[in-house]
């Protein structure tokens, strides 16, 4: 009997953590899909302002390298925010529930 209240207190706990693990993911991508966009925009108008005003641009740059140019950026922003978003999160729950100790 004691076995399976510890089981059922364990799984809990999990259920718990899966919980909160999955929380953490959603705002990850919430916030790298914010940070995409900006970057998307941010981005795209340098990009396409050039290639219409410099020479060079309008000769070296055609339509897939500006798709990659502005499609690198929004990608590599995304990854980096929400690594850093779920990073900040988890380690924020886990001070959260953390014991403390008194010096």
Request: contains cysteine; hydrophobic residues 50%.
């Amino acid at each position: 009997m004691a076995k399976n209240v510890a089981q059922s207190a364990n799984l809990a706990s999990l259920d718990q953590k899966l919980a909160m693990a999955k929380r953490c993911s959603h705002e990850g991508v919430l916030a790298g899909a914010k940070a995409a966009v900006v970057a998307t925009i941010a981005t795209a108008i340098p990009t396409l302002a050039s290639v219409r005003m410099m020479p060079w641009a309008r000769a070296n740059l055609n339509h897939t390298a500006q798709a990659l140019i502005i499609s690198t950026a929004a990608g590599a922003a995304y990854f980096i925010v929400a690594d850093k978003t779920v990073l900040a999160t988890a380690r924020k729950n886990s001070f959260k529930h953390a014991p403390r100790t008194e010096p």
